[in-house]
């Protein structure tokens, strides 16, 4: 693995506008390092919505808020002096793992983060912390606290 290699997972948060920050603070003018943004999609559940369209509705609308995301993340490194040649984005749709969402195989973010993070040979792994408390973290489990427990190989940075 190359530590120089970072895989900067966000979800568009208050932490994850933290994350990219402190990795921009990090890395600054150095160019021999890659950085790669991560948005995994985590779509909105179905049943809160009338119908088909009003969900696929809320998809676009939140893939819109999140590609604007990550080009201003990306913008953001570039004002800290990160050189913009050495920083790419991914939008990761749930659908890429494993078919449909709604596939018995979806197995969240934390997992399809750290299979892009092995695929891509990534030695570094960035993200935010939502800060949950401990009951929703015993109940829905944290995607940090997963890719802590469960990433090998990589160093894991994350950023509260």
């Not at 979806?106 to 892009?116: K, L």
């Not at 939502?130 to 009951?135: D, L, M, N, Q, T």
Request: charged share 25%.
């Amino acid at each position: 693995m190359n530590f120089k290699k970072v895989l900067l997972a966000v979800d568009a948060s208050e932490n994850s506008t933290r994350a990219v920050e402190y990795t921009g603070t990090i890395i600054g003018r150095a160019d021999d390092f890659h950085i790669q943004l991560l948005y995994v999609e985590r779509p909105p559940e179905r049943d809160i919505f009338p119908d088909e369209s009003s969900w696929q509705d809320a998809c676009q609308g939140e893939r819109d808020n999140v590609l604007a995301f990550l080009e201003q993340a990306k913008n953001r490194l570039v004002e800290m002096g990160v050189k913009p040649e050495i920083i790419s984005t991914r939008y990761l749709s749930s659908c890429d793992f494993y078919g449909s969402p709604d596939d018995a195989g979806f197995r969240g973010v934390a997992h399809q983060v750290m299979q892009v993070q092995k695929a891509g040979q990534f030695g570094t792994l960035v993200v935010g912390r939502r800060g949950v408390s401990k009951a929703e973290e015993f109940l829905f489990g944290s995607v940090s606290t997963k890719i802590i427990h469960h990433t090998k190989n990589c160093s894991v940075w994350v950023v509260e």
